[in-house]
Structures are given as structure tokens and as C-alpha cells.
Nanobody, 115 residues
Framework: QVQLVESGGGLVQAGGSLRLSCAAS????????MGWYRQAPGKQRELVAT???????NYADSVKGRFTISRDNAKNTVYLQMNNLRPEDTAVYYC?????????WGQGTQVTVSS
């Protein structure tokens, strides 16, 4: 399994910004896709954004134009820049990393957006 360490969550007012980071280690094989998912209280975990090793990105419609995912392959690190945050973005954000035979999750970092 790949070990993932997340950082950057916190409390912010609506309209503010946060940047999440996730560093991966322990992988024997190339990490193909890295991404962020989130889970709000009482809801299912949902996709936020993903990025492949080649740089292709995918975003949930609800965050397009506000969030940007990026990746440093040399550092095995993925970032999520979140701008113009809304109260409905409040959730625990989880980092995800996939190799050809593993699917790993971080412990999660809380993001709270106050109105």
C-alpha cells in the first residue's frame, strides 16, 4: 500500500481560499492517478478532482472554475487549490492514490467553510 499524508485543511470564511497537500510514499510502482474526494456529514464520499501522471485532470461539476488540482511527480505530491469556497464545500477531504494494483486513501483533513 501507498502511505498518504495530507495537510492544509482548516476553517475559512466563505469566499476564502485553502490549499491542500498530499505526499505519497512507499509505492513500489508508479502512481498513475492521484486525487481528492470529500465526504460531508450524512453524505457519501464523492469525487472532487483527479490528476493522472501525465497531467490529465478531471473535476466534479460543483468545483469547476474554483478548484485546481496539480501534481509534482518528482515529489509524489498532489495539491488542491480551493478558491471562492462555499459553506457547501465543508467536508472531510481525502487524498487517493492508485497504482496498477493498489488503491490507497489518506486519513482525511477537515475543511470547514463558515457563512
Amino acid at each position: 500500500q501507498v502511505q498518504l499524508v495530507e495537510s492544509g485543511g482548516g476553517l475559512v470564511q466563505a469566499g476564502g481560499s485553502l490549499r491542500l497537500s498530499c505526499a505519497a510514499s512507499g509505492n513500489r510502482f508508479r502512481i498513475n492517478t492521484m486525487g481528492w474526494y470529500r465526504q460531508a456529514p450524512g453524505k457519501q464520499r464523492e469525487l472532487v478532482a483527479t490528476v493522472t501522471s501525465g497531467g490529465s485532470t478531471n473535476y466534479a461539476d460543483s468545483v469547476k472554475g474554483r478548484f485546481t488540482i496539480s501534481r509534482d511527480n518528482a515529489k509524489n505530491t498532489v495539491y488542491l487549490q480551493m478558491n471562492n469556497l462555499r459553506p457547501e464545500d465543508t467536508a472531510v477531504y481525502y487524498c487517493n492514490a492508485r497504482t496498477w494494483n493498489t488503491n490507497s486513501w489518506g486519513q482525511g483533513t477537515q475543511v470547514t467553510v463558515s457563512s
